[in-house]
């Protein structure tokens, strides 16, 4: 019975790095509409990307927002089954939640950060 309590444990602690993981995706999709990235790397075949991301990102930004909470929630459950959380992704979460919700509160300040790192 223990042995199937660990492998438990181990699959959640790989939902919370997943939903980390998913929610710095969705944001990043979602800042795209501000951000040149998508429209230079893949110019050929995503010259319209801006403007339907621009229409998709509140429902990208909400999504990053249940992903940090389904993360949260996974990270919570696997404590709650005396499973000691793995560094990475306790790591990976806080720091998936910390850009998710800069993103959403300062765009425009993400926006101009990432603008100077790339021309650079």
């Known amino acids: 019975m223990k042995a199937g ?3 438990g444990g181990s699959s959640s602690s790989g939902r919370t ?5 998913a ?3 969705s944001v990043i ?3 795209s509409c501000c951000l040149p990235v998508l429209p230079l790397v893949f110019a050929a075949s995503l ?3 801006s403007t339907v991301l621009t229409a998709l990102r509140p429902y990208l930004l909400g999504a990053s927002v249940l ?3 389904y993360g949260f929630y996974q990270a919570w459950r696997s404590k709650r089954c005396s499973r000691k959380p793995i560094f990475l992704s306790s790591a990976l979460l806080w720091l998936s939640a910390f850009f998710v919700f800069v993103s959403i ?3 425009q300040i993400v926006a101009d950060a990432a603008a100077n790192l790339l021309t650079r």
Do not use: E, H, K, R
Not at 17 to 21: K, L
């Open 5 to 7: 309590a660990t492998s």
């Open 23 to 25: 929610a710095m995706v």
């Open 105 to 107: 509160l300062f765009p």
């Open 47 to 49: 010259a319209g990307s």
């Open 29 to 31: 999709a979602a800042s």
């Open 17 to 21: 790095a997943f939903a980390g993981v």
């Open 67 to 69: 992903f940090i909470a």
